[in-house]
């Protein structure tokens, strides 16, 4: 594992220089145990742009000479999903703590492969969902396990919007794994199993575009402790990312849940109590928490284990099985 001194930042390198990568390294850059050491693309210009406009050090347009920088400590991967795996297994060959983008591959042998992978080579790796670490989320599971709400019966949950028509683009791709459950239906179901514990029975219907993967999904899951969950994915309709948990004595309520912001704890049809997280930001919580695990020595981030990765992987590969075989 990564041996550095507490005055000594963890030198982060990143591959895939696109739109969610910006959106991650606005945020890790204001972090004070983090130095921005390199990126890496198979397009040259595109990593040296990247790194010039977000102070990187260094480019790389190629992943070998990328994975031999003694100066990056940890790899953030956010490509399409297919090549998840074998970038994550080069960075943790070379030694370096990993950081993946959800889903951490398209089905559950590659995950439970790359989690085996890991664990032989005593290095750190973990699905980056975000989700959980927020603290309005957070503030939702605290007043669930309180019992605010009573006893929770009921959560429902939405991921949808209008998404791109072009059968080459990455989500209508099915040689890059495309499709609405892989890149969105992820969150309502990682909601779901978060708030209310392990679903025993998943059933799901869809609908599936032209090139046959996945476009609209409606999931349902009930859970040992007597709930329910009825959840949607989709890229073919309006815009509608809330979540709400109904229970016997009340219901919280948190819009665009996915990057969660604020919560609601309502009785009676009227807010009692309500949180708002007033530091900002989608993943500086996820990036603490891995940068508290690697400095403790750890290589699993207790906030997003291992286990929870292989199980949402079941979870996605069961629902998109299902939409398949009713289609």
Known sequence: MIKKLKNQPLGWGLIGPGRFAREFVDELREIEDAELVAVASRDSRRSAEFAKDYGFKKSYGNYEEFFEDE???????????VFHKALSEKAISAGKAVLCEKPLTPSVADTQELLTYAWQHNVFLMEAMKTGFLPAIKKAKEWIDAGRIGEPRLLKADFCFQGPTDPEDRLMN??????????VGIYPLYLSRYLLGEAKRISATGTLASTGVEESVAIITQHANNSSSAMTCSFRTEEAMDAVIQGTEGEIVIPKFHAAVTAKLRQDGRVIESYRNGSGGMVTAEIKAVTDTIRAGHTEC???THTDSLELARMMELVRNQVLATS
Not at 71 to 81: L, M, N
């Open 71 to 81: 100066e990056v400590d940890i790899v953030y991967i956010v490509v399409p999903h």
């Open 302 to 304: 207790p906030g997003h």
């Open 174 to 183: 099915p040689e890059l794994a495309g499709g609405a459950v892989l890149d």
